[in-house]
Each structure stands twice: as C-alpha cells, then as structure tokens.
C-alpha cells in the first residue's frame, strides 16, 4: 500500500499543477507587456512540461501496481475474486480513473487557452490591417512568433492616431 499513497501523492501535485496553470492563464488574460507575457508562457510552458512528465510517472506506476496484483493472484488466499485481489483491483481501478480524469480535464484547459490565444492573435490582426485573417495566417503567426509584432504595430497605431502614449518594453 505503500506504491499507492505514493501514487495519490503523484496525483495530488499533478493536481496541483493544472491548477497553477489555470490561475496563471487567468492572469495572463491582463497582461499588456511583451516582456511580462513572456514569462508568464515560459512558466506556462515549464509547468505543462512537468504536468506531462508528474502523468507519465504515474501511469508508470499504476501499470507496475497492476503488474504486482497480477503476480499475487498465485499466493495462497490471494486468488481469483478474494478479498485482498477485490481491494488491489478496486484501488488500482480508481486510481486510474483518477489519472484519467486530470488528464481529461489538463486537456481541456489546454485546449481553451489555445483557443483563447488563437482568438487574441485573431483580433490583434483584425486590430492592425482591418481585415480578418484565415487559419492559415493565424497559424503562421503563431508559429513564427509574429504575433508580436502586431502587438508593437498595433501600439504604434494607438500612439500615432489616437495621441495616446504607451511605451514598448520588448
């Protein structure tokens, strides 16, 4: 049993992570400064990293945890349907059921704050040359990073029409 409190540890921290990379999705969201955004996506970028590294760990250890039950179905009064092989499986169902949802629901953000930065890259073309961009520029721009200098351009714009200072921290 000792595996499995290690195993709800590994859960509790992936946990943990997804919700850190929530909330610094969330405060991403007020961010104006090139500079500031990008620290916030390489921390961003670090904890999915580790997110994914913390999953494998543990999906590891939930198949040497079925392996392990598997080798005690042949010890006395540990066979088929007793009560011990009931518990192992029980436990290891669970905690894969476990796994299987964080990993359902870590997805779920990423694909929102995907969706999220498609759609500000989306507005902040429109926002510079007036017209609505196709996926494939989108891709593009987030790809190559040019997105940022729609940000500088956009700025420029501001400064240039609406006499209105801003100052750009690159």
Known sequence: FQEVEQVKEELKELERLHLSLRATNQHGKALHSPKGVRELRSRMDLDVALSLTKAKLVKGRLAA????????????????????????????????????????????????????YRDTVQRRYYAVTGENPDQETIDLLISTGNNILITIRFKFYLNHFCNKSFTLKT
């Open 65 to 116: 945890l079925h392996r392990t039950n598997q080798a005690t179905l042949s010890l006395p009064g540990c066979g088929p349907g007793s009560y011990s092989d009931r518990t192992r499986t029980a436990l290891v169902g669970a905690l894969t059921k476990n796994l299987r949802q964080s990993m359902a629901s870590f997805n779920k953000l990423r694909e929102q704050i995907s969706y999220e």
